[in-house]
T-cell receptor, first 113, second 110 residues
């Protein structure tokens, strides 16, 4: 089983719908991140959480929200999906002792039509 | 100007060639440098991790950091078709978020 698991792997949704992407990890890491990847733009940080009670906005948080339900679970929500949120989304984790080494999930390909 | 610049490629080489992948950066506070490899439809995986300036070798891979020039490199010796992937550089100032390059797509032909 993967250490960082994202569900769903693929999703097509309609404009205006609310959608949740889920991430769970078995690495025991305390830090979790959500990134989005677009061609030519690389990986951009949406939100990050250093522990269950700590949530921080990244560089592109508008239109997104997150919930850290437990140390191992971190979900990303699009409250009202729009077409320019079509992208590949990655969850990542890191250990507070080695913050700079991030481990990624397999990604969720989201299409908003 | 982006904090981290990386040529998107694609870079096409024959099998067995030495590959050089590079990133430049502008933030002199960066001191942790990483290379990630991403296969198509997969998440990035950590390939190399380097602290401050210098070289680090792991099998066919060598990571090089030149902080004075704000330039990092990844060398792949005896490249294989299985090395075909997108390579992303990443860096941080320590205990902070990673900043990624846009990635270089590498194609190694048999």
């Amino acid at each position: 089983d993967a250490d960082v698991t994202q569900t769903p792997r693929n999703r097509i949704t309609k404009t205006g719908k609310r959608i949740m992407l889920e991430c769970s990890q078995t690495k025991g890491h305390d830090r979790m991140y959500w990134y989005r990847q677009d061609p030519g733009l690389g990986l951009r940080l949406i939100y990050y959480s250093f522990d269950v009670k700590d949530i921080n906005k990244g560089e592109i948080s508008d239109g997104y929200s997150v919930s850290r339900q437990a140390q191992a679970k971190f979900s990303l929500s699009l409250e009202s999906a729009i077409p320019n949120q079509t992208a590949l989304y990655f969850c990542a984790t890191s250990d507070s002792g080695y913050t700079d080494q991030a481990f990624f999930g397999q990604g969720t390909r989201l299409t908003v039509v | 100007q982006k904090e981290v610049e990386q040529d998107p490629g694609p870079l096409s080489v024959p099998e067995g060639a030495i590959v050089s992948l590079n990133c430049t950066y502008s933030n002199s506070a960066f001191q942790y440098f990483m290379w990630y490899r991403q296969y198509s439809r997969k998440g990035p995986e950590l390939l190399m991790y380097t602290y401050s300036s210098g070289n680090k070798e792991d099998g066919r891979f060598t990571a090089q950091v030149d902080k004075s020039s704000k330039y990092i490199s990844l060398f792949i010796r005896d490249s294989q078709p299985s090395d075909s992937a997108t390579y992303l550089c990443a860096m941080s100032a320590g205990f902070q978020k990673l900043v990624f390059g846009t990635g270089t797509r590498l194609l190694v032909s048999p």
